[in-house]
């Protein structure tokens, strides 16, 4: 059966496996919460699922434009605590199509879905760019879109600078932080991101990789090339073999 709302706790929202009651959330209600969240809770088969989509630019510590298009890591890291301490939520799908940002903020939310207990699966949609292949690789079992693509590139800053030594070794250690976050949460090793990362045969006006969703996979940073349905099964499946588990 469904699981239901913790009612002691004073937090129940509508179960979307049942058909909703006249004082729950309505189709209205469920598009507000696309529009400001980007995220939506969806059920099959009694298994709930929370759908989160990291799109555009992640934000950090300083406020962008309004014309960009923005996942701020303000509301993404209270909502993916919520999702883990939710019990009636199973699994996490996240939807990834973003340009990166902000290296702390986008490795907060990473380390933050690593370290979730319920199954997780990740989705590389469009693009998975610089900060974004931390995001991708984060979740417990990642897929990329044939069409697809991923920017390996070094940490780069904008704005004044000191060019002395400490500014340089600060850059290092921070694209070390990267190197080893992602080799640990992925098949690649350290050392060959570290060679993509430092490329300098193949970015016109840059240093870094360009990997489409085929050589993703082969390099090892993805698990496979895929569909949001063959996202969606893996998800399905990771579900039962941990209710399984459990039994």
Do not use: W
């Amino acid at each position: 059966m469904p699981k239901q709302a913790n009612a002691e706790r004073g937090d129940y929202v509508p179960n979307p496996c049942e058909e909703p009651k006249a004082d729950e959330a309505q189709p209205e209600e469920r598009q507000e919460q696309i529009n400001e969240a980007g995220s939506i809770i969806t059920c099959h088969k009694d298994k709930i699922l929370h759908c989160l989509t990291i799109i555009g630019q992640i934000e950090g510590h300083y406020l962008l434009p309004p014309s960009n298009k923005t996942t701020k890591y303000e509301h993404i890291i209270p909502l993916l605590v919520s999702i883990e301490e939710d019990s009636r939520i199973d699994g996490l799908l996240i939807l990834l199509n973003t340009v990166g940002g902000d290296v702390e903020a986008g490795l907060a939310i990473a380390e933050v879905i690593s370290g979730m207990k319920k199954p997780t699966v990740s989705i590389v949609l469009g693009g998975g760019h610089s900060i974004g292949i931390p995001l991708a690789v984060s979740a417990k079992r990642s897929f990329i879109a044939k069409s697809a693509s991923m920017t390996v590139h070094p940490v780069r800053t904008t704005g004044l600078t000191l060019g002395v030594p400490q500014t340089f070794e600060y850059f290092k250690r921070m694209q070390d932080r990267i190197n080893t976050f992602v080799a640990e949460n992925s098949g690649i090793s350290r050392e060959r991101y570290a060679e993509l990362v430092l490329n300098t045969g193949e970015l016109v006006m840059d240093v870094g990789t360009i990997l489409d969703g085929e050589r993703a996979v082969q390099e090892g940073l993805i698990d496979a090339v895929g569909t949001v349905s063959d996202a969606i099964d893996a998800l399905y499946q990771m579900i039962e073999e941990n209710s399984a588990k459990e039994k």
